[in-house]
């Protein structure tokens, strides 16, 4: 079945450095969605993107989806104390998402 | 605006009971998705509905079964309870052509 990888497991930065997240897919997607879940709490819808190649950002976040549509990256820029949380990629399979292992971000102010 | 509403928060079951999950999705979502969540694990799909039918099914065990209703609201039935069952379940909705899944807050089940 569909398999989605994420690295790395956890990341632990300064307040003000850079954070990147990377995901991979066992098979081609026609879209992957990101979603953060802050301690205690539940998924959030961040973005999805659907094209080869596409890039968005949102602020300090910046979202890449490989040419092959198989692997995606989320990378924050300047991380503040709110970005704390667990960020999930999570492939589009038929009627279901299918999420990877999440990237745990903590920082230290 | 309104959101998916999980109902219980939290819940205290022992070995061997039963217990019922309760969704209610946002309203004009078409389908609905049920989740489980161990400690730091990524959540696990169950089971989903759209238009009211059951449209995949995901590692459910047997022990568990769900629907969706005439009025959209799904229910996640869990029987025979072990303790490996403790975790937390999201029910999450989604709208086709629409992105994004909206998850509720979860149910802490908690078997003992």
């Known amino acids: 079945g569909q398999q989605v990888m994420q690295i790395p497991q956890y990341q632990h930065v300064q307040e003000g450095e850079d954070f990147t997240t990377y995901c991979n897919s066992s098979?081609?997607?026609?879209?992957i969605q990101w979603y953060k879940q802050r301690p205690g709490g539940h998924p959030v819808f961040l973005i999805q993107?659907?094209?080869?190649?596409e890039v968005k950002k949102q602020k300090r976040l910046t979202f890449q989806f490989g040419e092959a549509k198989k692997n995606s990256s989320l990378h924050i820029t300047a991380t503040q104390t709110t970005d704390v949380g667990t960020y999930f990629c999570?492939?589009?399979?038929?009627?279901?998402?299918?999420f990877g292992q999440g990237t745990r971000l903590t920082i230290n102010p | 605006a309104a959101g998916v509403i999980q109902s219980p928060r939290h819940l205290i079951k022992e070995k061997r009971e039963t217990a019922t999950l309760k969704c209610y999705p946002i309203?004009?979502?078409?389908?609905v998705y049920w989740y489980q969540q161990g400690p730091g694990q990524d959540p696990q799909f169950l089971i989903s509905?759209?238009?009211?039918?059951?449209?995949d099914k995901g590692s459910i065990p047997d022990r568990f079964s769900a629907q969706q209703f005439s009025d959209y609201h799904s229910e996640l039935n869990m029987s025979s309870l072990e303790l490996g069952d403790s975790a937390l379940y999201f029910c999450a909705s989604s709208r086709t052509g629409w992105y994004g899944y909206t998850f509720g807050s979860g149910t802490r089940l908690t078997v003992v």
């Open positions: 098979t081609t997607l026609s879209n």
């Open positions: 993107l659907v094209k080869s190649g």
């Open positions: 999570a492939g589009q399979g038929a009627q279901k998402l299918v």
């Open positions: 309203p004009r979502h078409d389908t």
């Open positions: 509905f759209y238009e009211k039918m059951q449209s």
